[in-house]
């Protein structure tokens, strides 16, 4: 039931864009982003709710799409301060109002900027 | 800086150590939780709180025993630990209603020899 995100790892020159693909075998009511970057505190990206909703975080965005059951995070542009791993976290009971913070996450996905 | 505070941020203990871990949040969250997580892996859920009341125990050992004070109060007890529970553990709160995101302190580094 983790969440499957894809790639695993990705290296990026400054302003080049990424992409990072999270999807669930279970039906999905809500995803979450978080960047941890070494040493320190995941910090919440956004959430994206049952909807197919988007959302824009400065030059990071997101979709996600039910039908497919998946979740992607866009990042345009980036910049050094990105770097970091990058997980998606959905509701272990996969119901819409479920059980608050009972997230699993996906192995997640390494992002890498350089200069 | 992150509005969860844990103390301490390393700790070093034997297998026959009683030691605990305490965090602190004054954001008014309601709900509290503990994770652990490995070197190069994703957190994963120990302990919820919510409203000051042990809501989730994802089948933790005993070795591990959580305790709530208060709302902004959270501590994890820590008793007869193995090496392979050597890991950060992170304590995180929320509003406490659904979707409510995680905010995280910046972990705990327990090392047990």
């Known amino acids: 039931q983790q969440p499957v995100q894809s790639p695993q790892a990705v ?4 302003g080049e864009d990424a992409v990072i693909n999270c999807s669930s075998s279970k039906a999905l009511y809500s995803v979450h982003w978080y960047r941890q970057k070494h040493g320190e505190a ?7 709710l049952k909807g197919g909703e ?5 030059k990071i965005s997101a979709s996600f799409n039910e039908k ?3 979740s992607s995070l866009y990042l345009t542009a980036s910049q050094l301060s990105y770097s970091g791993t990058y997980f998606c976290g959905t509701d272990r009971t996969g119901e819409y109002g479920g059980s608050q913070g009972n997230l699993i996450f996906g192995k997640g996905t390494k992002l890498s900027v350089k200069p | 800086d992150t509005e969860v505070t844990q103390t301490p941020k390393h700790l070093v203990m034997g297998m026959t150590n009683k030691k605990s871990l305490k965090c602190e949040q004054h954001m008014g969250h309601r709900a509290m939780y503990w994770y652990k997580q490995k070197a190069k892996k994703p957190p994963e859920l120990m302990f919820v709180y919510s409203y000051e009341k042990l809501s989730i125990n994802e089948s933790v050992p005993s070795r591990f025993s959580p305790e709530c004070p208060n709302s902004s109060l959270l501590n994890l007890h820590l008793h007869a630990l193995q090496p392979e529970d050597s890991a950060l553990y992170l304590c995180a709160s929320s509003q406490g209603v659904w979707n409510s995101p995680l905010h995280f302190g910046n972990g705990t580094r327990l090392t047990v020899t």
């Open chain 1, 11 to 14: 290296i990026l020159r400054e």
């Open chain 1, 42 to 48: 995941p910090v919440f990206l956004m959430i994206l």
């Open chain 1, 54 to 58: 988007q959302k824009g975080h400065d």
């Open chain 1, 68 to 70: 497919k059951q998946q």
